[in-house]
Antibody, heavy 123, light 109 residues
């Protein structure tokens, strides 16, 4: 059974940093691209970043480019999102999600999602 | 990277059909067949309803169907049920990024 569990959320001041993690189980983590998606309060879903199954390719939304870094540790079945220079508008629930096809750079849709971890940027 | 355009809200009575549109450009919706649709209840994980424009994952009833014409994708929900009341999002591959629509709230009257 596929399971994704996010952690690392919390309250941080503007300009601060935070590292989110997503531990995967129930599937061969190293075969799938992984995404971070967020939802700000009262807003819609926003794609944040993706990393290919082998870590070779990373892409980011313009809103986070240069501030966030996505990475993965395949032996530890762990996806990470290092967030720096955080802004109040980064306040959101952050979800990790598994891309649909194995051994694909990515196609962008996900059948499996975690329950999310809340990030609040506030002074 | 602009969000795809969806109507803010749609509504229908139980048993009726509703269609939600999702308009993009030739660089996203019109350029690829990697269009998907999600149902999202706040506080829960989004549920994949449609992928590759028209395909349904295992377990999604055939009341849900997808289509695309040029730069606009559509999700049709037939035989509306009370449990369908939720937020719906379209999503498209856009080359070096993924775009979501702004979301549509479906109200079952």
């Amino acid at each position: 059974q596929v399971h994704l569990e996010e952690s690392g959320g919390g309250v941080v001041q503007p300009g601060g940093s935070l590292r989110l993690s997503c531990v995967a189980s129930g599937f061969t983590f190293s075969q799938y691209a992984m995404h971070w998606v967020r939802q700000a309060p009262g807003k819609g879903l926003e794609w944040v970043a993706v990393i290919s199954y082998d870590g070779r390719i990373t892409h980011y939304a313009d809103s986070v480019k240069g501030r966030f870094t996505i990475s993965r540790d395949n032996p530890k079945n762990t996806l990470s999102l290092q967030m720096s220079s955080l802004r109040t508008e980064d306040t959101a629930m952050f979800y990790c999600a598994r891309d649909f096809l194995p051994y694909s750079d990515y196609v962008g849709y996900s059948e499996f999602w975690g329950q999310g971890t809340q990030v609040t940027v506030s002074s | 990277q602009s969000a795809l355009t969806q109507p803010r809200s749609v509504s229908g009575s139980p048993g009726q059909s509703v269609t939600i549109s999702c308009t993009g450009t030739s660089s996203d919706v019109g350029g690829y067949n990697y269009v998907s649709w999600y149902r999202h209840h706040p506080g829960k994980a989004p549920k994949l309803l449609i992928y590759d424009v028209t395909k349904r994952p295992s377990g999604v009833p055939d009341r849900f169907s997808g289509s695309k014409s040029v730069n606009t994708a559509s999700l049709t929900i037939s035989g509306l049920q009370a449990e369908d009341e939720a937020d719906y999002y379209c999503c498209s591959y856009a080359g070096r990024s993924i775009l979501f629509g702004g979301g549509t709230t479906l109200t079952v009257l």
